[in-house]
């Protein structure tokens, strides 16, 4: 008598690891950008994180019950895709916004597509690209950290004012079109690499970062196909525009250490389900993001490009699986 078999969609694949213990890692390897966020934003920091992690739990428990479907919160996907919108949110976004993007990114980005293993785009970053078309200007507005500002941590439900400044790309672009000295912007390495610098929450913080990625590699999680070849990429393109002219385009280095680049290279283009399957794809893959985040910021307006090249990577993701196919065990099949 045959026995019970369950049937799902490919590819099938012998690990052992589950949806579940994936996602905890990445949830660990987060860690250190969180606690890096809540040393430099303080409660902001803490606000913007659980507020997108109840919000994004209680849309997916409510899509799963509109469409009749087993609850598939203890997967903690929801939670990785929180906590990866929060740490891209400015620090002085108001609580409400992070709301609607946490609802969008589970209801838009995942849901409406089937949930998880489903979805064409990564949803954290449908949220970002729908957020910083909605509300421009807050998207844009990033605070000082508290070891600069000490009114950081006070917090009120009034209107608050805060102290603002310039992320390193932000300088870096304003050099471009003035066509002045980007010295200012090689200045604030140092500042980069520990975090105390305006930003995003979690972008800020280079080691923070690396010690999530090489967690992340060392576990195995993820391939290192796809980080190795988006900051190699990356930083090919950002010699040849510092070749070009030395006085306008920024280091190779400030690129890797500013923005979200680091972020995007271990958290967000290594997602699993929007990333091509095989490793000669996963390649093209890396090497198209890095390639179009070094376009958008020395060539476009818009001073960080991971976002657009991120969503657009993914709209080609399965065009580069059929570009890359995978040759059966065996051998081709004779024609």
Not at 44 to 73: D, F, H, M, Y
Not at 93 to 116: D, E, Q, T, Y
Not at 287 to 313: F, H, Q, S
Request: aromatic share 8%.
């Amino acid at each position: 008598m045959l026995k019970k078999i369950t049937v799902s969609c490919s590819p099938h694949i012998s690990k052992h690891m589950s949806t579940r213990s994936i996602m905890i890692d990445v949830i660990i390897a987060l860690a250190p950008a969180m606690l890096a966020a809540c040393y430099y934003f303080r409660n902001r920091a803490v606000i913007i994180l659980a507020t997108c992690i109840v919000s994004a739990l209680v849309t997916e428990w409510g899509c799963n019950r509109l469409q009749k479907k087993p609850n598939s919160l203890g997967d903690f996907s929801a939670v990785v895709t929180a906590i990866i919108l929060a740490l891209s949110l400015p620090p002085a976004i108001p609580f409400w916004v992070a709301i609607i993007g946490s609802v969008f990114a589970i209801a838009i980005g995942k849901m409406v597509f089937g949930g998880l293993g489903a979805n064409v785009f990564n949803p954290a970053m449908v949220a970002r690209a729908f957020l910083t078309a909605s509300f421009g200007a807050m998207m844009t507005t990033f605070s000082v950290p508290a070891p600069i500002d000490l009114a950081m941590p006070k917090i009120s439900a009034v209107n608050t004012t805060v102290v603002t400044q310039a992320t390193p790309l932000a300088w870096s672009k304003q050099a471009v079109k003035k066509q002045n000295d980007i010295s200012v912007v090689n200045e604030q390495l140092k500042a980069t690499i520990t975090g105390n610098v305006g930003g995003c929450l979690g972008e800020t913080s280079t080691i923070a970062l690396l010690i999530g990625g090489l967690y992340l590699l060392i576990r195995k999680t993820i391939n290192y196909l796809i980080p190795f070849s988006v900051i190699a990429s990356a930083v090919l393109f950002a010699l040849i525009f510092y070749w070009i002219d030395p006085q306008i385009y920024m280091l190779p280095v400030m690129h890797l250490t500013t923005g979200g680049m680091l972020m995007c290279a271990f958290f967000i283009a290594t997602d699993p389900v929007t990333a091509p399957l095989t490793n000669r794809g996963k390649a093209i893959f890396g090497v198209g993001i890095g390639a179009m985040i070094m376009l958008i910021r020395n060539v476009g307006e818009y001073p960080e490009g991971v976002m657009y090249a991120i969503l657009l990577m993914n709209a080609l993701s399965p065009l580069i699986d059929r570009l890359c196919k995978r040759v059966p065990q065996g051998g081709k099949p004779n024609a």
